[in-house]
């Protein structure tokens, strides 16, 4: 059973930044990708990165503060994030997708999934 185990997540004031770490078990995964989920809203796709760091993808909410990125070697995905706000505040999921085609920003193609680590940003 692949696992994905997410950290870095915590408390940080408006402005700040934090990282988050995605280490997996084994590297299995077209896409690796981050979503996120506040209280009372739906998961939403937040970034994701191939299995070669080529492509990423990005929500409009986060280009230009945040930066996904992968160390193979580590089996290891992080998610830069700056320039933080308060409505950034949720649960972040760390997620694997397996497949080669389709739209990799969209849930339902990502099968594997961390516990989530929340990050909560005050105003």
């Known amino acids: 059973q692949v696992q994905l185990v997410e950290s870095g997540g915590g408390l940080v004031q408006a402005g700040g930044s934090l990282r988050l770490s995605c280490v997996a078990s084994?590297?299995?995964?077209?896409?690796n990708g981050w979503f996120r989920q506040a209280p009372g809203k739906e998961r939403e796709f937040v970034a994701t990165i191939r299995f070669n760091g080529v492509g990423t993808y990005y929500a409009d909410s986060v280009k230009g503060r945040f930066t996904i990125s992968r160390d193979n070697a580590k089996n290891t995905v992080h998610l830069q994030m700056n320039s933080l706000k308060p409505e950034d505040t949720a649960v972040y999921y760390c997620a694997g997708n397996v497949n080669a085609l389709g739209d990799p920003r969209f849930r339902q193609g990502y099968t594997y999934w961390g516990q989530g680590t929340q990050v909560t940003v005050s105003s």
């Open positions: 084994e590297r299995t995964f077209n896409w």
